[in-house]
């Protein structure tokens, strides 16, 4: 049927192509059947015929010559216009590609940017850190040193004394001091957070019994928890205190009244993501998300927000030290924080805590201290480089029924314990001393005698840390300032132990 169709668009082609040379041919033929039959002059028939037969045939040459000419010009254009079309898209293409590379660029170098901003701020809160964590720990053995006396003192007098209440004064101030100070060494990452898994809702819904105690009426609390929130690897107090601290902001920034939100889910951040926030590795975290309608914050504020003592409240409202320590907390986590404020505009604090793996559950050791502190009779060994430390010890120990040696550095440790070592049950160790420090002393005290029994006293107490430093052997802990009924207990409890 196709062909058939073809066969005649051809024969039809051939009909347009040669039409003037058939009606030609025709004509002459015509004439030569009507001329015969008139007269009879053959050669100027003849001429006549070709003459007609000639001009048909040039006529038609003719008329195909331009026909061709005209369809290869048609051609032509058409493939122009293909041309054109092609190079077009293919521009157009290009275009697209060039404005893309344009866009990634100036994406790349945003972020390039707010990593170095992340860094410079990184940088600097641990500079601050660092600094905030040396002061501590040089006011925890001040304070060692109050409180030490102050304990002996108040032993040795009798309540009906008149310096018993002033004493009491100075004890409770010592201990809001060192209160202060613990929550310095928290957010310089010196305080030990005692990890074990945990559900962050039942957190989240502790703080906000409190909170809607404490927190005037005109502000709502919602919550919004994920109900099969993962557990998280946390210090339960340290989780409350971020709740504790976020809260109150959030509560002295509206005034009048507003709504605040936590907020509980399960996220993965995926590496697109993780590359913005500096240090973050992609994986499964549990998003804290507290957000309040408040007056917000403008940039300068913003900068400085975790920095300790940095306040914009009025002096006696605000410490200054209630982000510092979410911050702190938040590294202590490995987890990550971050905000989002502007004036008028309310703020959102986002944290990230990683996902406790199914395989990572710890166990705590919880200890309680006992009613009355235990006595003993054996011999101990104080070594620590404050002098006020060693006869505060030396004090204690004796009237517990202990027997004491000093010694004000670990080069003077070492000496006594070569000489004396049959006859000292124990080594009480200050961590950090000038001199050869309290990790070497310990390490040659285990070379002289590998059964020796010790306990590291430490201000900047980061025992996981420290624990690690010591292992295998088996050593207790106390942390500065310590409270005499604790020293005296870890003394029992290391003294009975067994050594393996
Ligand atoms: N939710 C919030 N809304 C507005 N500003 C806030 C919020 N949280 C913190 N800020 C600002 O950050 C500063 C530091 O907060 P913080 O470290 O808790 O110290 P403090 O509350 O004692 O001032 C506050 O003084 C305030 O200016
Ligand atoms: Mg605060």
């Known amino acids: 049927m196709r062909m058939d169709l073809r066969r005649n668009v051809s024969l039809r082609n051939q009909i347009e192509q040669n039409g003037l040379l058939i009606i030609a041919v025709a004509m002459a033929l015509i004439y030569w059947i009507f001329d015969s039959m008139v007269t009879d002059q053959f050669w100027t028939r003849l001429l006549v015929v070709v003459l007609i037969f000639t001009y048909g045939m040039m006529t038609q040459f003719l008329i195909n010559q331009r026909r061709e000419a005209e369809e290869a010009l048609q051609h032509a254009h058409d493939e122009l216009e293909e041309r054109v079309q092609i190079r077009t898209a293919e521009l157009s293409r290009a275009n697209e590609e060039l404005q893309r590379e344009i866009r990634e660029r100036k994406q790349a170098e945003e972020q390039k940017k707010k990593l170095e901003n992340q860094l410079l701020h990184a940088q600097k809160m641990e500079a601050i ?3 905030a964590g040396g002061i501590a720990h040089d006011f925890n053995n001040l304070l060692q040193a109050i409180s030490g006396y102050t304990q002996l003192l108040l032993m040795r007098k009798d309540s009906s004394d008149p310096d018993y209440g002033k004493l009491e004064v100075i004890q409770t101030s010592t201990l809001k001091a060192s ?4 929550q310095l060494l928290i957010f310089s990452r010196k305080m030990e957070s005692k990890l074990k898994p945990l559900d962050l809702n039942h957190e989240v819904m502790q703080v906000c019994k409190i909170l809607q105690r404490t927190i005037p009426r005109m502000i709502t609390i919602d919550l919004k928890l994920s109900e099969n929130l993962k557990v998280v690897n946390a210090d339960s107090a340290q989780l409350e205190q971020i709740l504790m601290n976020l809260g109150v902001n959030a509560r002295d920034a509206m005034a009048d009244g507003g709504t605040l939100t936590f907020q509980t889910e399960n ?3 995926d590496r697109g993501y993780t590359t913005s926030m500096l240090g973050a590795t992609p994986g499964e975290y549990i998003l804290l998300t507290v957000s309040d309608t408040g007056h917000g914050m403008d940039k300068e504020t913003l900068q400085h927000i975790f920095e300790p003592f940095y306040t914009t409240k009025e002096a006696g409202k605000g410490t200054g030290l209630g982000l510092a320590i979410v911050y702190g907390i938040v590294q202590n986590h490995n987890g990550y924080i ?3 404020s502007r004036p008028g505009g309310g703020t959102t604090f986002r944290i990230y805590f990683p996902v ?16 009355d502190a235990p006595r003993g009779k054996e011999r101990v060994l104080l070594v620590d480089d404050e002098k006020t430390v060693l006869d505060i010890g030396q004090d204690l ?7 004491t040696l000093l010694a004000d550095g670990g080069e003077k440790a070492i000496e006594i314990y070569r000489k004396e070592k049959d006859r000292i049950d124990l080594v009480i160790l200050d961590l950090i001393m000038p001199g050869m420090g309290g990790q070497k002393c310990f390490q040659e005290l285990v070379k002289i005698n590998p059964k020796i029994k010790v306990i590291i006293s430490t201000g900047a107490s980061a025992e996981e840390q420290v624990r690690e430093a010591f292992n295998p052997h088996p050593v207790g802990f106390v942390s500065k300032p310590y409270q005499l009924k604790d020293m005296l207990t870890k003394v029992r409890e290391v003294l009975d132990a067994k050594m393996p």
């Open 129 to 131: 850190g660092t600094l």
């Open 338 to 340: 971050q905000v989002d």
């Open 356 to 371: 406790l793996k199914s395989d990572g559950t710890e166990k705590s050791a919880e200890s309680k201290a006992p009613a």
């Open 179 to 182: 209160e202060l100070t613990k």
């Open 397 to 403: 120990l004796r009237q517990y029924g202990y027997e």
């Open 267 to 269: 996220v993965y951040l």
